[in-house]
């Protein structure tokens, strides 16, 4: 179906429309280079061109391809659902999105299965993703159920409105609490990896001691300022200290002994794009990390260190 609607005033036409429509620009970019978009009856796909007031503008939405999803043999545990946005702890070993290497099914397989699915105004298809958890780790992730609350949520992770607190089990104690801000970027020789280079996108990492094992190990509590590529792990490994099970950082065990990476979104915060409302979500250990705590840490305190009312504390004073 065509939408026509006539310029108030002299602007850019992806400017014009983005606020027509309320959608981010990059939107609007994709649906003008699609030969969506027309100008006086004329088509353009020039996203820049020079609109008049008087001029009138047509568009129209493409129907999304949809993508077959694999065959889904596991669950996700949802946290929270309510007709906008969704919660889920993701379990270690699921990517969250598909890519050419990744063979076995993704969390978007799981989410085209459970029915969310949103249609982007170009006709792609995209699944709500508002921010990703690399493969092993687990934790609190966010899914929205609609292309107004994917926007309005992806701002707040822009604007620091939204975030994350971890969970990591370290090799070695921390000295102090501390806060890393080193620039981050690809690794030069180690195409897997990423690390501290001069060139690198800003980033910034707070860790805060929370308790120490029988094994000289450490469960520390981290903030991210910012989301980069592998952030926690490259920040710890620049100041002498890895994640157990990390092996890609540095950390060595014996085969199996620990079998994944031990770091876990734990705490998640937002503020609802609809009702406005401040939001906070914990999402539970998975067996392997809580058995390891349970093993190897006093249980005395344990439970009050890493109550989510007390922990926005650890980070009070950075």
Known sequence: MIE???????NRLDRLLASHLNISRNQIEKL????????????????SLKIEAGDTIA??????????????????????????????????????HYAPSVKEPTLVDWLI??????????????HGIVHRIDKETTGALVVAKTNEVHEKLSLQLRDKSMGRYYLALIDCPLKENVIVEKPIGRHPTHRLKMDVVENGKTAKTAFAKIAQSTQDTELIGTKLYTGRTHQIRVHLNSIGRHILGDGLYGFKSKKDTIPRVYL??????LIHPI???????????????????????????LYE????AFF??????F
């Open 32 to 47: 003008i280079r699609e030969g969506l978009v027309s100008v006086n009856e004329t088509e353009t796909l020039k996203t």
């Open 113 to 126: 299965h459970y029915g969310v699915s949103l249609s982007t105004i170009a006709g792609e298809e995209r």
């Open 59 to 96: 568009y129209t939405f493409k129907e999304a391809e949809k993508k077959e999803p694999q065959k889904i043999d596991f669950d996700v545990e949802v946290l929270y659902e309510d007709e906008y946005f969704m919660v889920v702890n993701k379990p270690s070993g699921l990517v969250v």
């Open 312 to 317: 926005d504390s650890y980070f009070s004073s």
């Open 305 to 308: 260190k890493v109550d989510p």
């Open 275 to 301: 009702t406005g409302k401040k939001m906070e979500f914990t999402a539970p250990l998975f067996d392997d990390m809580r058995e390891y705590i349970v093993n190897y840490f006093d249980q005395g305190t």
């Open 264 to 269: 876990h979104a734990y705490l998640l915060y």
């Open 4 to 10: 026509i609607f006539t310029a108030t005033h002299s």
